[in-house]
Nanobody, 127 residues
């Protein structure tokens, strides 16, 4: 059984940075494809960035490219989301998701692709 636990959320000022972590147990991210999603109040959950298993190729949603970076640790037990130049629009609950499957790139963006989810961590960007 795979369990995912996010951490690293909190309150940050506009222009600041945060790094979220997602710790996996049961399997590692070398055998799981994973992604970060976020959900703001009153909005649908949306894809932020993803990381394929094996070689760990990364993908990011257009609005966050160059600003957010997904990665995994050397032992592949933890995945990260480095978020820079944050603004109020980034305020949301951020979720880590994973799948044991091998989704096509076009499927990475869909929440239904993933069978494992963390509990979420809140990110609030405010002065």
């Amino acid at each position: 059984q795979v369990q995912l636990v996010e951490s690293g959320g909190g309150l940050v000022q506009p222009g600041g940075s945060l790094r979220l972590s997602c710790a996996a147990s049961g399997r590692t991210f070398s055998t799981l494809a994973m992604a970060w999603f976020r959900q703001a109040p009153g909005k649908e959950r949306e894809f932020v960035a993803g990381l394929k298993k094996g070689m760990g190729t990364t993908y990011a949603a257009g609005p966050v490219k160059g600003r957010f970076t997904v990665s995994r640790g050397n032992d592949a037990t933890t995945a990260y989301l480095q978020m820079n130049s944050l603004s109020a629009e980034h305020t949301a609950a951020y979720y880590c998701a994973a799948t044991s499957g091998s989704p096509f790139v076009r499927s990475l963006h869909f929440a239904s692709t993933y069978e494992y989810w963390g509990q979420g961590t809140q990110v609030t960007v405010s002065s």
